[in-house]
């Protein structure tokens, strides 16, 4: 138990004839006794072998049993039907969390079909936060509403089947569903198809160098506390507080561990851990329903959408931030939500703009319930879709006097804002008087310090005390540095976080190439990859105006919430410069005008080159070379996992290539200047 082959702790088997060494695999026991096999050469057998365990430090512990020689084989394809019980129970639990709002959305008509899946997903989120106070102040009571939602559900469901009115749901995008199921089954398949000590942290360890603390164990770990109501007496997080982190991905999950709560005498250990990560998996990859929202606004094609939507999951960014359940990539999802119903375009009417303002401002709630530092993200959206607004053309016989276009802007902003300090009322309220919040990580961002020492200092007090003591030449000082980092050329700011050997211990090419999958984690140009050169050529067509009408101003609009959320956080923060730092929604919507080059640009040999490219060096980085040296705990998840990357690389490619060579539609034809008028 403890931390096996962390940076101060290991377990290794020694041959007492030529020393050789044969390495536990990375992986922590999450305080748990966990076996492990090791498969020895036959050049071992009946010689002396020493097994060695060793701490250098007093906060990582590891504990030892004694090795044992099992006579019998495993079950022929029991991993396997581990894993493949964890996901049905998963892709079960998923549906029925969302059903009830989507079957309402779809009796009363309010949004549109290809809206109502991402209007679903929002209503589940905000109506499963109250759930959190239940589960805390009554358990039991907590546990009967997860009961109740999800067995209303259940009955909906049947109902539905029963008359068949799902045959009258038509405009439902079934593609970005079943995009969003594969991505959810090729992750649990492929992620627990290693051994890797405890399934508790496989994602932590399979990504070495690409790797994190435990922050990804939060969500998990307090759906199950909540569940079994002992929050306070066995948190196990130190000097964080309950209340220093917006819990909304655990009370998504939350119904989930009633339910592994109900039957963990009957349920495999493994099992329930593995159903809660893949439900987080689920959850997080729903980045894909505001992005197939767009992309459809843009006026993609079905094959297009599905092509960049490829494109999208095959990132290092979108990939690994999907599979490390920690609630940031969620944050850039709500995010997204908030810009698409704050400015839509001039042809949609369904839902009513009163209402679309009260979904963006629930999204721009939901984002900081999952994770306070999308804060600078809201402000930036904001400031963007009152650019949009206000630069919006109307037809002149539509056209409104500027007094009242200023009037309709200042009473959808208002409706968003009054939604939002709605939403989040709750949460503020419980941590100044409920549970006192530390306010750690407000106080990391501004000062650079959690202020652990001193739990009730005030967040004003604090910035206001190291602000008194930094000189003008060492702010700007930092913010080099800051740059420097964000690009990958400066690795001081991965030591100020903590991290020891945060590019490995590199002493081969194999350690080498693994060192870039932590460039592409910790720092923001290299996580774009080659993808910097669609998003270059987008930006450089709508700066020489070659884009259409109304869909220029809403990518641009894109643009300016990127940036503006972006140049807020750069500005104000004072921690280490990492791309984990940042409001995930500046990554994702780089990622996402990438993606839109890509599609629209499609025509030009560089930008199908490049797109090609940066998916084979995803594919190689993050799959090939963490398989490849991994020890194998179910081979058949892991062909099966293979056999939807196969599927989806012909698909991407043949997609990529299909073009005749001719612009996009949204691209205005070049005009000749030897016959311009």
Known sequence: MGFPNSEDAGLYLESEIDHQRF???????????????????????????????????????????????????????????????????????????????????????????????????????????????????????????????????????????ITGSYLRWSGTPKDCLLILVALTVFQGLFLFSFNMVSVHYAANYLFYPASWSTDNQIPTTTARLLAQGTIFSEWPFGSWRLSDRPPLLATLLYPAAVVTRDFADHLDRSVASMSLQICGFGLQNCWLLPAWVLFRRLRFERQECVLASLLLAATPFIFFNSIYIWPKLLTGTFCLAQYLYLVPLSRESNPQPGLRSALGGTAAALAILSHAASAAAVLGIFTAAIYVLMSSRRPRPYALSALRR????GSRVLVAVLTSI?????????????????????????????????????????????????????????????????????????????????????????????????????????????????????????????????????????????????????????????????????????????????????????????????????????????????????????????????????????????????????MKPRCNPAVRE
């Open 23 to 161: 390495w536990v695999r990375d992986g922590a026991a999450h305080l748990e006794w966990q076996p492990f096999t090791l498969s020895l050469p036959k050049s071992l057998t009946n010689k002396s072998v020493r097994l060695i365990a060793f701490s250098k430090s007093t906060q990582a512990y590891i504990g030892v049993g004694p090795p044992y020689f099992r006579t019998n084989r495993a079950f022929p394809g029991l991993a396997f039907s581990k894993i493949f019980s964890a996901l049905s129970l998963s892709a079960a639990y998923l549906l029925l969390l969302f059903f009830a709002p989507f079957y309402w959305l779809t009796r009363f008509n309010t949004c549109a079909p290809i809206e109502r899946v991402l209007a679903a997903f929002i209503i589940t989120s905000a109506l499963s936060f109250p759930l959190f106070f239940l589960a805390f102040y009554f358990p039991s009571v907590g546990r009967f509403f997860a009961h109740f939602w999800l067995v209303l559900s259940s009955l909906l469901l049947l109902k539905v089947v």
């Open 406 to 409: 200023v009037r309709a802007l």
């Open 422 to 666: 709605l939403v989040l009322s709750p949460w503020l309220l419980w941590t100044k008087f409920g549970s006192r919040s530390s306010n750690a990580l407000p106080k990391y961002f501004l000062t650079g310090s959690f202020g652990f020492d001193t739990p009730d200092e005030s967040v004003a007090h604090a910035a206001l005390g190291f602000y008194r003591s930094l000189a003008l030449k060492q702010w700007l000082s930092s913010k080099g540095l800051a740059l420097a980092t964000l690009a990958g050329f400066y690795q001081g700011d991965l030591h100020k976080a903590g991290l020891q050997n945060p590019l490995g211990i590199i002493t081969n090419l194999w350690s080498a190439l693994q060192a870039v999958r932590a460039f592409q984690f910790f720092c923001m140009l290299p996580s774009l990859g080659l993808l910097l050169i669609p998003l270059a050529a987008l930006l450089y067509s709508l700066w020489q105006d070659r884009i259409r009408g109304d869909v220029r101003r809403f990518i641009a609009g894109l643009t300016i919430a990127a940036i503006s959320s972006f140049v807020l956080q750069f500005a104000v923060m004072m921690s280490p410069h990492l791309l984990s730092h940042y409001p995930y929604f500046v990554p994702l919507s780089l990622q996402l005008l990438a993606v839109i080059g890509v599609v629209i640009l499609r025509a030009s040999a560089l930008v199908r080159w490049t797109a090609g490219l940066n998916y084979a060096a995803f594919v190689f980085f993050w799959i090939v070379l963490a398989a490849t040296k991994t020890p194998i705990s179910s081979i058949l998840a892991l062909l099966v996992s293979m056999g939807l990357i196969l599927i989806a690389t012909v698909i991407l490619f043949k997609l990529l290539v299909k073009t005749s060579g001719a612009s996009h539609s949204l």
